[in-house]
């Protein structure tokens, strides 16, 4: 099964599919695997509809046509449209939680998958979340450019560390940089939000810069 893809590669395969690319060449434009790329092409020909008809779909509708994980009608005996409506039903209930405070999607995806073992996996489960979240939202489409642009500001928890001489708890802000394009970031805990401190800790992108994407971001306080 090849990993679930974010909504724009998606578009980007259909595009490329949509103008006769060849798997090779859609790989060279768009650096994903041959296997991830001829398992979307399935996707798209299982769909029975065109190139165009699909791009012109909601991001919502398209997702639940192309990127249904494992693409199988029949995993655990259950079909995909089964689990489509058992989430749908609950989305209202898991934005509501993901508002409160110390409750991230990590946890709303366990308490998920509890409830339902053969449900959807983590990333299928955050999309259909954020086009729920998205739906009653203006939203604006903004196109990014790899590696220009640094998004900057303070996660809403604060983290901290036991000085070991004193045993006394002290507090820092968490600093998170993300590259919008990607959706990696950089996180750093800072003593203040001065600007001094701020400033010393923005990250120049070299090839020693430690980014990870934006899922695997845990922050305990």
Avoid at 27 to 49: F, K, N, P, V
Avoid at 182 to 196: D, G, I, P, W
Wanted: glycine share 6%; proline share 3%; hydrophobic share 35%.
């Amino acid at each position: 099964m090849a990993k679930p893809l974010r909504m724009h590669q998606v578009k980007r395969i259909i595009e490329l599919y949509q103008q006769g690319q060849s798997i090779r060449q859609t790989q060279r434009l768009t650096g994903l695997s041959r296997t991830t790329i001829r398992d979307y092409h399935h996707r798209i020909q299982s769909s029975g509809l065109s190139a165009d008809k699909l791009l012109a779909l909601e991001e919502e509708s398209l997702l639940s046509l192309i990127s249904i994980e494992s693409f199988d009608q029949g995993l655990c005996g259950r079909k995909a449209d089964d689990r489509h409506t058992s989430l749908v039903r609950d989305l209202d209930r898991y934005c509501g939680d993901l508002s409160k405070r110390g409750v991230t999607r990590q946890l709303l995806w366990e308490e998920y998958r509890k409830e339902h073992p053969a449900g959807y996996g983590y990333t299928q489960f955050c999309e259909y979340l954020t086009r729920h979240l998205q739906k009653d939202q203006a939203v604006m489409h903004f196109t990014h450019k790899p590696g220009e642009l640094l998004e900057i500001d303070y996660a809403g928890d604060k983290t901290g560390y036991v000085d070991i001489s004193t045993g006394e708890w002290i507090t820092c802000e968490v600093l998170v940089c993300t590259m919008p394009y990607s959706n990696y970031m950089y996180v750093e805990a800072l003593r203040t939000q001065m600007q001094e401190e701020l400033v010393g800790a923005i990250p120049p992108v070299t090839f020693t810069t430690v980014l990870i994407p934006a899922s695997t971001i845990i922050i305990a306080g």
